[in-house]
T-cell receptor, first 113, second 114 residues
Framework: AQSVTQLGSHVSVSEGALVLLRCNYS??????LFWYVQYPNQGLQLLLK??????LVKGINGFEAEFKKSETSFHLTKPSAHMSDAAEYFC???????????FGDGTTLTVKP | NAGVTQTPKFRVLKTGQSMTLLCAQD?????MYWYRQDPGMGLRLIHYSVGEGTTAKGEVPDGYNVSRLKKQNFLLGLESAAPSQTSVYFC?????????????FGPGTRLTVT
């Protein structure tokens, strides 16, 4: 069984500030981890993913995430927020070669000018 | 490539009416999924399919039926709509080839049942 917990349903940062969105997971098998972004009135799109290998993964738009097995975490960061980063972000987990993912409840990121 | 497309984009139904939502993908993906998204509840899997002619129940299948007669299409049916089915519905697809099954989403269908 797998589950995902996203800490904080709403996060607000100032433009230029660090973005940190938290994700913890539980999985009985080695996890594959994903971050997706959803802009208003659109579907989700993949930001980045971790499968195996390097635990620090880089994605689109300057985002990155680090897989920490000991902490069962996969937090999403960006050094400097931009207004265009305002969106809802979803963390998801699946097992290797598993066709289904379990999604977190989402975190809405607001960027203040 | 158009990716994943959904028809219609918006729909208003009266309680008890039926409708079918169409999802199409042009990426030759094996897996397809239907989710519903409600405020504060993330994405909940309704039904999914691992290939043409096969379907399986997800987390919240009651009140919905699906069919996958062609690999590129996945249909979601509501036989007798209820106000509790007011939601935004997303279709997604993924490929077995990458092994990680990252999903590609359509733009969504906003359904209101009155």
């Amino acid at each position: 069984a797998q589950s995902v917990t996203q800490l904080g349903s709403h996060v607000s940062v100032s433009e230029g500030a660090l973005v940190l969105l938290r994700c913890n997971y539980s999985s009985s098998v080695p996890p594959y981890l994903f971050w997706y972004v959803q802009y208003p009135n659109q579907g989700l799109q993949l930001l980045l993913k971790y499968t195996t290998g390097a635990t620090l993964v880089k994605g689109i738009n300057g985002f990155e995430a680090e897989f920490k097995k000991s902490e069962t975490s996969f937090h999403l960061t960006k050094p400097s927020a931009h207004m265009s980063d305002a969106a809802e972000y979803f963390c998801a987990v699946s097992g290797p070669n598993a066709g289904k993912s379990t999604f977190g409840d989402g975190t809405t990121l607001t960027v203040k000018p | 490539n158009a990716g994943v497309t959904q028809t219609p984009k918006f729909r208003v139904l009266k309680t008890g009416q039926s409708m079918t939502l169409l999802c199409a993908q042009d990426m030759n993906h094996e897996y397809m999924y239907w989710y519903r998204q409600d405020p504060g509840m993330g994405l909940r899997l309704i039904h999914y399919s691992v290939g043409e002619g096969t379907t399986a129940k997800g987390e919240v299948p009651d009140g919905y039926n699906v069919s996958r007669l062609k690999k590129q299409n996945f249909l979601l049916g509501l036989e007798s709509a209820a106000p509790s089915q007011t939601s935004v519905y997303f279709c997604a697809s993924s490929s077995r080839g990458t092994g990680s099954y990252e999903q590609y989403f359509g733009p969504g269908t906003r359904l209101t049942v009155t």
